[in-house]
C-alpha cells in the first residue's frame, strides 16, 4: 500500500461541511448578536407578492443529546398567512434536523411549518429557512446547545441538517479547531492533508484486465482512506486518539453502518499544534478483500458495499487539548461509488 504520509500547512478548499465541539465550550458566530428566536424584517418574494418569514425556536438553550421544535411562519404583504407554500431548512453540522427529515415541507393553513431539531455538540449553530421561491432570501435563527456529550450518544440516526458548515471548536480567545478539507483516497496513493478532488470508490475488483483467458491480470484494488485536513486556531495542542464514522446504505437494504474507533496509526499525525498549526491526516475506511469492499472487518461482521451511486460519509475525530478537554471535530463528503475501471 503506497499510503504517503504528509503534513499539509498550505491553504487549500475548505469544506462546506465540517463541525466539532470542545467540551465545557463552543460557539460560531454565524452573524454577532443572534439570539434563539432571532427575526428580522428580510423579504421573500415571487412573482405577484412580498411578505415575511420568520423562525421561532420553542428553547432558547438546548441540551446537548435533546430536542426542541421550531416554527416557521410565512405571511404575505398583507400580514395574511401564505398556506402550501414549501419551506425548506438546513442547519450546521451540530444541529439534525429531525423533522422535516427530508428538510422541507409545506406550510399550513396558517402559514405555518412545524419541525424538531437535535443538539449533537455543544456550541452555538446557525439554522436556516427559506421559501421555494425568492431562494435568495433566507432567515438564520441560532440555535445554543449547551452541556457534555452524553456517555454513549451517537447523535439522532436518520435526521437531516449539516450542509451550512461551520460549527468549529471553540476556546474562551475565540480560536477554533476545525476539520477544513475531507476527501478520499481509493487508489493506493495520496498526500495526508491534500484530499484529491476524485472521490469515486471501486468497489467491484475486476478478475481480469486484458481480457486473455490463458493469463490473470486482476485489477489493482486497493483500500480506500478518508483524507484530511485539520487547523487548529486554539490556544492549546490537540492530540487525536481515534476517528469513528458512518455511511448509509451501503448494502441496498438501507442499513446505516456505524463504525467502531480506528485508533488512529503512522498515516496520522495525531498531535495539532496551537496557534494555527494544521497536519493531514490519511485514516484507512472501507477494506478491499475478496474483490470486493467492506466497512468493518470482512471476516466477521464487516458488511460488503454493493449499492452503486453516491453516498456521503460522515466522519467525527476525537482527541483532546494539552489541559484535558475534550475535543470533537466532525465534517461530511460524498464519494460516488461503483465498478470503475483501474487496469491501466
Known amino acids: 500500500m503506497d499510503i504517503r504520509k504528509g503534513l499539509c500547512i498550505s491553504s487549500l478548499f475548505v469544506l462546506p461541511m465540517l463541525s466539532g465541539c470542545l467540551g465545557g465550550s463552543g460557539g460560531t458566530d454565524g452573524g454577532s448578536g443572534r439570539e434563539a428566536g432571532y ?83 455543544p456550541g452555538s449553530f446557525e439554522l436556516v429557512c427559506r421559501v421555494s421561491v425568492g431562494a435568495n432570501r433566507r432567515k438564520f435563527a441560532t440555535v445554543k446547545c449547551d452541556g457534555e456529550i452524553p456517555a454513549g450518544f451517537t447523535g439522532f440516526p436518520g435526521a437531516g441538517g449539516g450542509g451550512l458548515g461551520g460549527g468549529v471548536a471553540q476556546d474562551g480567545d475565540g480560536g477554533d479547531a476545525a476539520i477544513v478539507a475531507m476527501g478520499f483516497e481509493d487508489g493506493g496513493s495520496g498526500t495526508a492533508g491534500s484530499p484529491t478532488s476524485n472521490a469515486s470508490v471501486d468497489i467491484v475488483q475486476d478478475s481480469d484486465c486484458d481480457g486473455v483467458n490463458t493469463t490473470t491480470d486482476p485489477e489493482r484494488f486497493f483500500d480506500t482512506y478518508v483524507n484530511l485536513r485539520v487547523e487548529n486556531n486554539l490556544t492549546e495542542e490537540i492530540r487525536f486518539t481515534y476517528l469513528t464514522y458512518s455511511v448509509r446504505n451501503v448494502d441496498g437494504q438501507g442499513t446505516l453502518f456505524q463504525s467502531k474507533q480506528i485508533g488512529l496509526t503512522s498515516n496520522a499525525s495525531s498531535a495539532v499544534g496551537s496557534n494555527g498549526g494544521s497536519t493531514g491526516m490519511l485514516v484507512p475506511l472501507f477494506v478491499a478483500a475478496l474483490g470486493g469492499k467492506y466497512v468493518g472487518d470482512p471476516s466477521g461482521v464487516g458488511i460488503r458495499i454493493t449499492q452503486e451511486g453516491f453516498r456521503t460519509v460522515s466522519v467525527s475525530l476525537f482527541g483532546q487539548t494539552s489541559s484535558g478537554k475534550r475535543v470533537e471535530l466532525k465534517a461530511r463528503a460524498t464519494a460516488s461509488f461503483g465498478n470503475y475501471n483501474r487496469c491501466g
Open 39 to 121: 427575526r428580522d424584517d428580510v423579504f421573500v418574494s415571487d412573482e405577484t407578492t412580498t411578505g415575511s418569514l420568520r423562525i421561532e425556536l420553542k428553547k432558547s438553550t438546548i441540551p446537548v443529546g435533546e430536542t426542541a421544535g421550531f416554527m416557521v411562519s410565512v405571511v404575505d404583504s398583507q400580514g395574511r398567512p401564505v398556506p402550501n407554500i414549501n419551506v425548506a431548512c438546513d442547519s450546521e453540522l451540530g444541529v439534525a434536523l429531525i423533522e422535516p427529515t427530508t428538510g422541507y415541507e409545506l406550510t399550513d393553513s396558517g402559514g405555518h411549518m412545524s419541525g424538531r431539531i437535535g443538539c449533537e455538540a
